[in-house]
């Protein structure tokens, strides 16, 4: 099973239809998505799912990768292929069936909010480019005022926190 990834595509759309192709035991599986997983130190987009024959709304809470394949190159690092994108759901999905199409979208704030903080660490705390799959802004004004703080949190770990001026850090 593949997701499509449509956030590569466009990171600013914020809905698709999409068809059900697979259950596991955190939630569902779709052929294509707009919804970003969590990872590359980004949370995972939220949202709801509405199920198209009878508009009933889902809510999904988080979004994460399950691997497929591996590739092993000799001049590059591992490469994960054919991924598939879970939707993490509280609710029962049982009844749902394989092949049933929903519509997803994501929640546009917490997006805006993810990518936001996303950017700010990556252009703030790195000086070089590096290649990256979360979303980003186009711009650094689009950030406003940065302030990063460092905590140690333990023997050899620290942790960045990074807060924006006019945005709320969860």
Same mark, same amino acid.
């Given at each position: 099973m593949q997701t499509e990834k449509i956030y590569y595509k466009n990171q600013f759309q914020s809905s698709c239809k999409a068809k059900l192709i697979g259950k596991t035991k955190e939630g569902l599986i779709f052929d294509k998505t707009v919804a970003y997983p969590e990872g590359g130190a980004q949370i995972g987009d939220k949202g709801k799912l509405i199920r198209t024959k009878?508009?009933?709304?889902i809510s999904f809470v988080d979004t994460r990768k399950i691997k497929?394949? #591996?590739?092993? +190159? %000799? %001049?590059?690092?591992?490469? =994960?292929v054919? %991924?598939?994108?879970?939707?993490?759901?509280? $609710?029962?999905?049982?009844d749902y069936e394989i092949g049933e199409e929903f519509i997803i979208k994501v929640n546009i704030s917490e997006r805006a909010n $993810? #990518? +936001? =903080?996303?950017?700010a660490m990556y252009w703030k705390c790195l000086d070089y480019s590096v290649p990256c799959g979360g979303t980003h802004c186009n711009t650094t004004n689009q950030l406003g005022m940065i302030s990063v703080k460092r905590k140690n949190i333990g023997k050899s770990a620290d942790r960045l926190i990074?807060?924006?001026? =006019?945005?709320?850090n969860p």
């Open positions: 009878n508009n009933e709304m497929g394949k #591996t590739i092993y +190159l %000799d %001049d590059f690092s591992i490469i =994960n054919e %991924d598939s994108i879970v939707h993490i759901l509280e $609710a029962e999905y049982e $993810a #990518t +936001l =903080n996303h950017s990074i807060k924006l001026k =006019n945005i709320e």
